[in-house]
């Protein structure tokens, strides 16, 4: 209990330095905010123009990929405003060996690793979803509040198991030097989450769950909210999470044990 | 308080002969080579000792400093700091200790340095009241009253390596780490730095390890030499034993009237100033004789310079001389 009150103070202090540090740039930040806004309105742009020709694409309605794109916005402003600005940080330590610093305090390296920047203009994506969400909401008969409670829920795993392919793909970069060229192809990836899993061939559904797990918290919770799934959707979003989770700190650990640091 | 047995770190680095089709077969056919960064090195640093660790490039010392430390785990060998054994981690370890190395830094970029001691204060789990008084002692100390509210980016070299000294021993360690901490600084910098350390060292008790290239800091800090060579400890006693073992002698210096001939005591003449090097335990003899024979001499007696006695103990060492 001390641990995890440790921890949260530890999380806190990092998300107020990291803020701190983003909003030292003012014309970045406004710059960035603009940019959001063009990002939202770009995801959103393709699926409009798709449904002002199409009713429905494989059964699923404008509303219904408005969910999907939600969560898909969603899931973007969490990667952009604490995900990607720390892998970058990161890669960048293990290259120059300022890692070093971060391996001597006495907080789980993982976690520093983890909040050490913030990107506040993802707030722009963040509230772009929500906008995307609370249409789609609008538009679609109400889901009840089961089917809401399994769409929520499924929020924690499906962002634990994309935090854990993040990891995974830091914990490479300390076998092998250049690993930028990683972060575009992951992007390009994740980007194929904004549609519902089931406009994908067989093979790839299966890659973008439980590989690339993207769409356990795009497809899976619009599902949810469609009526389709239920709980067992959750069970396995949670089994694909655990997963994901005990491989990447495993990783993180090993590439920890096997880090050199650089020369003085 | 530091213990290591047979320490040793060998480290596997490709090799690959010069040429593009060199280039190319080592895409498929990599050789490796194995580098013995650290050999079989056996240390005892008792509590409050104040430690040099000297050497050239490559000599092994930031890569022991790194075991020491936790952040490299040793090939084989064991080490135990404060009690614990380095590269388990544990917290109660990182709590005890602390690293400042001269080459890297942990301040935030962007803000201010009290940002940076705020966060650590978190990290280190520092409560309000020790962090105040630990604070205010060390601004007094380092003088840092003046710039903490300005971001690090805007701060001299100087400024901010005070700043971090501040920000590595916030939660008071007990042991002190330091790679090449006077690195790039002036004079007045290093002066400020070297005095702190010692300052720290005699009001907390803390053991302090160094590693430097810079004779002066070494002189000026530690009280015990540890000469490491291509990975292997070549010289561990004190300072003064070093300048015994390896320095020629002490050098006599005698400014006097040109009808005096100081010839007979042994010194040479030279551009008008008199000088000799003899062994310590002589020294004192001709320094009577040289007063005798000019009682309104200027006279200095000094050690040579540190440089020219570690040039000699290295190549003493790699001639298999040293003790």
Redesign the interface.
């Known amino acids: 209990m001390l641990d995890l009150a440790?921890t949260l103070?530890?999380v806190?202090?990092?998300l107020r330095?990291g803020l701190?540090?983003a909003l030292?740039?003012r014309a970045d930040f406004l710059l960035d905010a603009v940019l959001g806004v063009l990002r939202a309105s770009a995801a959103v742009g393709p699926t409009v123009v798709l449904f002002s020709v199409r009713e429905q694409v494989a059964g699923w309605t404008a509303p219904d990929v408005a969910l999907v794109l939600g969560f898909y916005l969603i899931l973007q402003a969490l990667m952009s405003g604490l995900v990607e600005p720390n892998l970058g940080e990161v890669v960048e330590a293990i290259r120059?060996?300022?890692l070093?610093?971060l391996?001597?305090?006495?907080?789980d390296a993982q976690l520093?690793v983890s909040f050490r920047r913030v990107q506040p203009a993802a707030i722009w994506d963040l509230l772009g979803g929500l906008a995307v969400l609370a249409w789609a909401g609008w538009q679609r008969p109400s889901p009840g509040w089961g089917a809401i409670l399994v769409a929520v829920g499924l929020l924690p795993p499906g962002l634990a198991a994309m935090y854990s392919l993040w990891l995974l793909a830091i914990c490479t970069s300390f076998f092998f030097v250049r690993v930028d060229n990683l972060r575009y192809v992951l992007g390009a990836v994740v980007d194929a989450g904004r549609n519902p899993l089931v406009v994908y061939p067989p093979w790839m559904r299966v890659i973008l769950t439980a590989v690339i797990p993207v769409g356990l918290i795009t497809t899976f919770p619009a599902s949810a909210l469609r009526g389709e799934g239920g709980l067992s959707l959750w069970v396995l979003a949670m089994g694909i999470a655990v997963g994901f989770v005990i491989a990447s700190r495993a990783a993180w650990l090993r590439s920890l044990?096997a880090?050199?640091?650089s020369?003085? | 308080m530091i213990r290591t047995e047979d320490l040793t770190k060998v480290y596997r680095v490709p090799i690959r002969e010069p040429g593009l089709w060199s280039s190319v077969r080592s895409l498929w056919n990599r050789k490796w080579r194995e580098v013995r960064a650290v050999d079989r090195v056996c240390l005892r640093i008792e509590e409050g000792e104040r430690v040099g660790f000297l050497g050239p490039n490559g000599a092994g010392k930031t890569t022991t400093l790194k075991m020491l430390t936790g952040l490299l785990h040793p090939t084989s060998g064991r080490c135990t700091v404060a009690g614990f054994q380095p590269a388990a981690r544990e917290r109660a370890f990182l709590q005890a200790i602390t690293l400042v190395m001269g080459q890297k830094q942990q301040l935030l970029w962007d803000l201010p340095a009290s940002e940076t001691f705020a966060l650590n204060r978190a990290l280190f789990d520092v409560n309000r009241q020790a962090f105040a008084e630990t604070m205010e002692e060390l601004v007094a100390l380092l003088d840092l009253e003046g710039f903490l509210d300005q971001p690090v980016r805007n701060l001299s070299l100087g400024q901010r390596m005070r700043c971090e000294l501040a920000a590595a021993l916030l939660h008071r360690p007990r042991v002190l780490f330091l790679d090449e901490p006077t690195i790039g600084l002036d004079v007045e910098g290093t002066l400020q730095v070297r005095r702190f350390i010692r300052d720290y060292n005699a009001r907390t008790g803390a053991t302090v390890v160094l590693t430097s290239h810079d004779m002066q800091d070494v002189a000026a800090i530690v009280d015990r030499l540890v000469l490491i060579d291509r990975g292997v400890i070549r010289f561990d006693a004190s300072l003064e034993q070093f300048r015994r073992e390896f320095g020629t002698g002490r050098l006599l210096t005698a400014r006097v009237g040109d009808e005096v001939d100081l010839g007979g005591v042994g010194l040479a003449r030279e551009r008008g100033i008199w000088t000799g090097t003899f062994p310590a335990e002589e020294v004192n003899g001709r320094l009577a004789e040289v007063l005798r024979r000019a009682p309104g001499a200027e006279v200095t007696v000094a050690d040579p310079p540190l440089e020219e006695v570690l040039a000699r103990a290295f190549g003493a060492a790699r001639s298999g001389r040293a003790p």
């Open positions: 440790r103070r530890v806190a202090a990092l330095v701190s540090a030292q740039y120059s060996g300022n070093d610093l391996l001597l305090k006495p907080v520093l044990a880090y050199t640091s020369g003085s």
